[in-house]
């Protein structure tokens, strides 16, 4: 098993490219919002230096998550497909000026967790609020339902309480 904390600095002079396999039951803080934790996530990233000595990351974090449809309450499926262009910056130090078309990522340099980089970006990608797609036919068949049943107006008879003039 490759170590999950990698030295930055050391990958972005060598150029290295690094590539990951994770098992979303290994991230805590995406625990209560997962419905299974099946499957498993990839992680590639290149690192290198720019002209100013700055550490970049490229790469991409790919697989498949199961969370729980707000509109139905059943499993669904979210595909991952998340492109990674970061640029690191240190804790206690300044970034440097921003880089277009690349977010800061604040870390040790020298102890960069991958796990917790993966995590992170996973959190940033997830939706609001996740449903099935809208032709998904057990949401359908809720919405028709919810359509279908006895419409209530808890408030109609406030309009005879209330006297006019």
Known sequence: MLPDVLNALLAADKKQTVSRLYAPASFTRLEGLLQSTAGELSLNLDFRR???NRILL??????KITVRCQRCLEPVSLQLDLPLELVLAERKGNGGEPIAGREAYSCDPLKLELGALVEEEILLALPLVAMHEEDNEDCRKLIDQSVAGDVQQPFADLKNLTGRG
């Open 50 to 52: 720019d002209r100013n």
């Open 58 to 63: 490229s790469g991409d974090i790919c697989g």
